[in-house]
């Protein structure tokens, strides 16, 4: 491979500097991505393996990120699983007409063949490791069984997500029988996504943070670790990262992963203190950052070099996904910035 | 007073069970308080005294917390300051019609006398006073400098607050100067209250939680910590909430304030641990636990105050405000459960 240090940090390998990439680089915040989806639909351009292999190669040919992450919508597995899932522009997000409210409702849905189902997905990968030709590094992913349930549940994101919530606390022996149907079905689509050519997978816990640490444990980590648990015999790394859990990094350490993903209410040094001699940390730049002039996109880099300080195992990111209305040159700049800056922190 | 537990606990003084209250308790889920609503709007409830007094009180008579706190919104600062507010029903929130984007529009706001500016609240919080005849405590608030200036910069609640990020983030000098207003308005305000009546008061950062470690620090617990200064003479308790900051607790609690608020993403018996010693704790059931059933209400009741386990200095309440659909009689269960079950924890 060309540039594997993205796999190399995964594993706290030695690099000549610290690897980058942003969550949604695949994005509104490129023209080249706009001009795609200006020709076809968001769930078209995820199922059409050619298109989403364009869109996936645009940030490593115009930003030359140093990993690509498919892409896809955590929301085809439901959509896998039976669910009419529908995304129309502007109308509020992706949402489900019919959402899991009852015995019955989540009795229907089934684990499907990733291999059957989810064919469009391995497509897309293949064809993608195929056009990159080892230049960088392919992530797969998938969404968490709690964030997952949640928007099945609920139908469309939310707030308070009290469909999910009350499912949780009412009715949690239901709750587990849909949360270990999505476990099996996460844990066979990942695999099933290893196989197709990822070589490494993220697993995307967007809710987790909206649970108690005790909910946060029994209904979303449990089901992560045994995810993990299946997924690693593959030999890919796995990241995770659950948005707002900075309650529990250690607890999501101690699954298994390779990597902890971060969000920017972290401080990475503190958090590397307490996980980083198990694990690779992944992060952690407050996503609006890129509002800012290029001169400040380039002083939060260093300070965020800083604080992770010397040595491996740091894969940047932003904190978040990229905002659709970034301007293409401030996140040129990051990702030049943390090619730069980082140097010096692995002499 | 013939109930002041809520005042014990705030300092941490014997009582002979938890005090428990209600964020938002005046309000829509309450067909008492959608009564007064159906014939007034929301600005005016705030700006009538009687009619604030009225709703203030409805909580006590209905549900017979152990604490009122007066009606009225955090927005009423800004606009006090020369803002114009708008709040129209189910047009997406309060908003500021010219929010504050530059160097002049900061200049522009003034500090305002409270007891002119804000007389409504100073009427509100006198009459309630006398209507109350000490049969509980009365609370004042504000929203924190921060968590208004987010809204006066961005001009609306928002999910990215970008302006108000670009403007601590490219202009932090600029930001201070606001601040700096914010807080001696927050600061003349809640003294002013207390003069006119209020016992106790709080302080809400509803948007801490959106900034890093390192910005909480610079541009909302500095202007917290100012305010609890000056207004700590004043000899009312003062309760800081900041939403989403578990990662600062320990610097929440070394403000110099008497109670720290908690969202249910902590664990309240690690926090007693961390903070318990020096500061009461108000908090922190999941706000959704109140649309389950009565008896899973009263399980997490119990729940919560086994975590915090024997011993006093805590003041039960939701994790953020209660939602306008719960129903009463779920709001009924939650404050009987929390009187009853409490006992034993306080023999």
């Excluded at 540039?3 to 190399?8: A, E, Q, T």
């Excluded at 690897?19 to 080249?32: D, I, K, N, S, T």
């Excluded at 994101?157 to 849909?178: D, T, V, W």
């Excluded at 790394?237 to 990597?259: N, R």
Aim: hydrophobic residues 40%; charged residues 25%; neutral net charge.
């Amino acid at each position: 491979m060309i540039n594997d240090i993205f796999l190399k940090a995964c594993k706290r390998q030695p690099t000549n500097r610290t690897p980058v990439w942003m969550m949604r680089q695949a994005g509104r915040y490129l023209p080249e991505y706009r001009a795609v989806r200006a020709k076809t639909d968001f769930l078209t351009l995820c199922k059409t393996p050619e298109l989403a292999t364009e869109v996936t190669i645009q940030p490593v040919d115009i930003l030359r990120v140093d990993a690509a992450i498919i892409f896809s919508d955590i929301l085809v597995i439901p959509e896998a699983m039976g669910m009419e899932l529908i995304v129309e522009e502007g109308k509020g997000g992706p949402r489900f007409p019919s959402p899991l409210r009852s015995k019955e409702d989540i009795n229907k849905i089934q684990v499907p063949d990733p291999n059957e189902k989810l064919k469009f997905v391995m497509d897309a990968l293949r064809l993608t490791r195929k056009s990159l030709s080892d230049r960088v590094p392919l992530i797969g992913f998938s969404g968490s069984p709690w964030t997952l349930a949640a928007y099945m549940v609920e139908g469309h994101g939310s707030k308070n997500f009290r469909y999910a919530k009350e499912l949780i606390y009412n009715e949690p022996k239901l709750a587990h029988q849909l949360l270990d149907k999505l476990a099996k079905s996460v844990a066979a689509y990942l695999s099933a996504q290893i196989e197709a050519g990822a070589q490494a997978v993220q697993i995307f816990d967007t809710w987790g943070g909206i649970l108690t640490q005790d909910a946060f444990q029994e209904f979303s980590l449990y089901y992560i670790r045994q995810i993990i648990e299946e997924t690693k015999t593959k030999g890919a790394p796995i990241i995770v990262f659950c948005k707002d859990c900075g309650h529990s990094l250690e607890k999501i350490a101690a699954t298994g992963c390779d990597v902890v993903g971060l969000d920017w209410s972290n401080d990475i040094g503190m958090v590397r203190k307490l996980i980083g001699s198990t694990t690779a940390l992944q992060g952690n730049m407050d996503p609006t950052i890129l509002y800012t002039k290029p001169e400040r996109i380039r002083q939060e880099v260093k300070m965020i070099l800083e604080k992770f300080g010397k040595g491996n195992g740091h894969i940047f990111n932003l904190g978040h996904g990229i905002l659709p209305d970034i301007p293409v040159e401030h996140a040129r700049e990051f990702i030049n910035a943390v090619k730069e800056e980082s140097v010096s922190f692995h002499l």
